[in-house]
């Protein structure tokens, strides 16, 4: 790490801190000047009308284990490490499969990221690896002895009915399909998904480490030609988040106590096979969510990995509304799945509710100033914190994934003045998805589009 990486992080941690310190100013510097009758809200609105109200002030603290873990991971771990610096030889690497899961819709677009990702491989050094493609179609994809491609037969079931690409991944894991020993290596990645210098660095250091079972690391969305500047913008929320709460989570506690994403997963065979795939339907919408508690649950460890794989955001808003009404489905059948014993799920439960009230917690605009209730200092602290962090991650997504080459001083301070004016928009949008989701056909797995040609997505 060198010390201008350590300068940058230290910027950001001293911009985050003057963020939070602003918005506490802002809630709690001001006189509290209230009519008197408001000291006694019950006699103004009723009692009923009160408890509601003061109901949906407290709604707004469910997101602050999830905001304070985004806090402590984005100052206390450092947000920009530069170069991974690899400490072996690819040479010692275990045998590394890197598989790619689709449903064969955009087969141009697979076979170019399959090229792409291959000659990343070869430029890093690694030797010890080949690239695997599970599509529910023929791709056709190029002779090579370093690539496999793995067509799913239509009449394939599991013995739980697992469907979509948990029933995919379970095939892999069919001994009559399985190239791996337990000591070997898969990574897992979405058809987009592009492999990187720095990340390969990292995944062999993890895989060599061997201290842990389960890995996984940063995605960024900006890094190429951007399809759609809005879903971009939005998705530096994710990008925080991966590496606030994601990296905390795993580099402090090595369990995912929040969960994780379906992309850029790391796992020994011996562990995959052991936790499986093969979850039934409460188990196929959010595959990946439901992995990693089941594998908490039978005492699994995981780890952060350094280094980012590049992905793109949503080419469309509806594709976003699509995206997340989709996870939030799969997070609430895996919350109350009964096959997951509830202490590995406290804090999933509580972020998932987070976002199921988000209709709730946005209506305090409207409600606070026409119904104004006796403040409490503590409470009117967190929502504040609580409101710090959250649009502070949609800042840092663009200053992680913009870089001032590239775009230049003034388009690089655009992108980090848009990143704050997408969030009135994007809330609607996530009210769009959640209030869709939760009354929503359930069990639906909604592929975002990829590609330039339409394709029916919906299975």
Known sequence: MTVHDKLKHALHCCFFLFIIGLMEYLTLGKPNVVDSSYLRPWE?????????????????????PQAT???????????????????????????????????????????????????????????NFYIEVVSDQPLNLPCNPRI??????????????????????????????????DNDWIVHLDEETLLTPNCLRGILNFALDGKYDIGQGLITYANEEIVNWFTTLADGFRVADDMGKLQFQFKMFHKPL????????????????????????????????????????????????????????????????????????????????????????????????????????????ILVPLYPLPSFLVLDSLMSFVGAVNIYMFIFGALKSFNLKRYGVFKYFLCLIGSVAVIPVNALLEITAVMW????????????RKGTTPTEDVV
């Open 258 to 365: 929040f969960s994780f994403i379906g992309s850029y997963v790391v796992t020994q065979y011996g562990t995959e096979k052991a936790v499986s795939f093969d979850n039934g339907a409460d188990g196929s919408i959010a595959e990946d969510c439901f992995f990693a508690i089941k594998a908490f649950s039978e005492g699994y460890f995981f780890n952060f990995i350094e280094g980012e794989m590049w992905e793109k955001s949503p080419f469309t808003l509806k594709d976003l509304v699509q995206q997340r009404k989709r996870w939030l489905q799969g997070i609430l059948l895996v919350v109350h799945s009964k096959a997951l014993p509830w202490k590995c799920k406290i804090l999933l439960t509580l972020s998932c509710y987070a976002w199921v009230t988000i209709p709730l917690a946005v209506s305090n605009i």
């Open 437 to 448: 989701g939760y009354f929503g056909r359930k069990h639906v797995f909604y592929i975002v």
């Open 44 to 64: 103004k609105y009723g009692v009923f009308f009160t408890c509601v109200l003061y109901g949906l002030r407290f709604v707004t603290l469910l997101p602050l």
């Open 69 to 127: 873990f985004n806090f402590v991971g984005m100052i206390f771990y450092n947000t920009f490490p530069g170069k991974v610096v690899l400490r072996s030889s690819p040479l010692l690497s275990p045998l590394i499969c890197v598989r790619v899961v689709t449903r064969g819709d955009y087969p141009q677009l697979v076979k170019d990221n399959v090229a792409r990702n291959m000659k990343t491989c070869l430029d890093t050094g690694l030797e």
């Open 148 to 181: 496999r491609e793995l067509v799913v037969p239509e009449e394939y079931n599991t013995s739980s009915g697992a469907m979509y690409k948990a029933r995919a991944l379970q095939y892999c894991l069919e001994e009559k399909n399985n190239m791996l020993s």
